[in-house]
């Protein structure tokens, strides 16, 4: 069995934020894409809802041996060691994400916040960390990057709470915050969100909204034009995400962004870039950081 065999068919123009857009210059496409690739494989192989767990986990070190150097099994391992050392960029961030998938398979449910945000330190904080990387940025971004990076996560969450619970038993909604408006889990099968479950995503939505309020330097402290557009564009879009999981609920209405809605969010990005870009810089902006 290989990766391949467990693949979902998803690609980069499938998923809720953008990956590699044509915002991002064409010589930092091709790595991107490699670790997106990377990424995507390990992602599908944990998310496969019939195979086996220990098979999982074969293949999940089939891909950390082979970004490694230590075997060749894993065709998207080799290629993004590959493009690893042409740029002399570090493995650890590929390293971090297989330790999310890691968990994916062997842990279903998460206990509190604290651990939802460890999770997210791992899944999605060294995404941005690396395409900072590929970019030569510096790393006192990574503060910004990473409340961004989790709060993309716990938006992600928020939406497929349902599906992800109904169709690989995974929960990652806060098990403190459901017992304490004395909900399980099964509450998730339900067609619609009964008021004390409502409550729990909004109190998700709301500490996400703190996440985005901490990344909102961003997209300034970024040198790269076009990768500051490029996060712009993804701030503004992850917060008026989180403004919908104020007032939308998950279980019964659409929260993702349809095709239509995108050239106002767009243009909305674009003038919040402007308006960061003009203004005057008075010393450093620093984020707070949530690893």
Known sequence: MSAA????????????FPVASILIAKQHRPAILAFYRFARA????ADHPTAAPADKLALLEKMRASLTGEADTSPEGVALRRV???????????????EAFRRDVTKSRTANWDELLDYC???????????????????????A???????????????DCAKDYREID??????????SRGLTVDVLKLPKSPPQLRAVLVELARRTQRLLEQSRPFAAQIVDRRLSLEVSVIQTLAEDLTARLLVRDPLSERVHHRRGEMPGLLLRAVARFASARLRPKRGGVEAKSVS
């Open 5 to 16: 065999d467990l693949a979902s068919g998803k690609g980069h123009t499938d998923e809720n």
């Open 42 to 45: 390990a992602d599908d192989v």
């Open 84 to 98: 690893l050392a042409e740029r002399r960029l570090t493995n650890q961030h590929g390293l971090d994400l297989l």
């Open 121 to 143: 330190r791992y899944s999605a904080m060294p995404v941005g960390r690396f395409v900072l990387d590929v970019h030569g940025e510096s790393r006192d971004t990574w503060p």
């Open 145 to 159: 990057n990473d409340a961004l990076c989790a709060a993309l996560q716990v938006i992600n969450h928020l939406q």
């Open 170 to 179: 995974r929960v990652y909604i806060p098990g403190d915050l459901l017992a």
